[in-house]
């Protein structure tokens, strides 16, 4: 079980958007439909911005949004606000109720 | 609202077993509907998953760790524990608890950070 890999960083400025890609296998990301992405600002706790690859909770801005393609996750940010600037980690359901978490992303506004 | 609260003694001894409890409030860890899990933040780096469980008692845990650990339900007390035995300087990390929704994790509690050191 390998952790899914994130790049390390990614930036934009204000206004402009940032996408982050998460690629896995075909026993995670690829297999299944429960891809979810955490914001982690620091010094916090992981807050869930998307879950089932494209789903917001409620509250979270509809700037951010989710998309799959084979094994590889994405996790769009668009309209950049220097709020936004955390960093960010996926997540993958990997069968048999267990799961896996990305490396992690730093995005910088 | 659920709100989850981490416990555990901060500083652990090599070779030691580290136990952590999460309170939950605002709901219960008996709900039907959802999961609970333990998640930990090596300092610097990445999340990693450390287990599952269900208030019947179902547990599931990540393969690179199984063998040292145990997650454990209390329904009385509306909590859950986490176990991890012979820790090793490895084990340094802040250690999330977090309530699974549609196989994510949801809500989490603020984090208790545990030192592994002599």
Avoid at chain 1, 55 to 81: H, I
Avoid at chain 2, 40 to 61: A, C, D, H, N, V
Avoid at chain 2, 70 to 79: A, H, L
Avoid at chain 2, 87 to 115: K, P
């Amino acid at each position: 079980q390998s952790a899914l890999t994130q790049p390390p960083s990614a930036s934009g400025s204000p206004g402009q958007s940032v996408t982050i890609s998460c690629t896995g296998t075909s026993s995670d990301v690829g297999a299944y439909y429960y891809v979810s992405w955490y914001q982690q600002r620091p010094g916090k706790a992981p807050k869930l911005m998307i879950y089932e690859v494209k789903e917001r909770p409620s509250g979270v801005p509809d700037r951010f949004s989710g998309s799959k393609s084979d094994n590889t996750a994405s996790l769009t940010v668009s309209g950049l606000q220097p709020e936004d600037e955390a960093d960010y980690y996926c997540s993958s359901y990997a069968g048999s109720n267990t799961y896996v978490f990305g490396t992690g992303t730093k995005v910088t506004v | 609202q659920l709100q989850l609260q981490e416990s555990g003694p901060g500083l652990v001894k090599p070779s030691e077993t580290l136990s952590l409890t999460c309170d939950v409030s605002g709901g219960s860890v008996s709900s039907s509907s959802h999961y609970w899990a333990w998640i930990r933040q090596t300092p610097g780096k990445g999340l990693e998953w450390i287990g599952t469980m269900y208030f019947s008692g179902s547990t599931y845990y990540n393969p690179s760790l199984k063998s040292r650990v145990t997650i454990s339900v209390d329904t009385s007390k509306n909590q859950f524990s986490l176990s991890l035995s012979a820790v090793t300087a490895a084990d340094t990390a802040i250690y999330y608890c977090a309530r699974v929704e549609s196989l994510a994790f949801d809500i989490w509690g603020q984090g208790t950070m545990i030192t592994v050191s002599s």
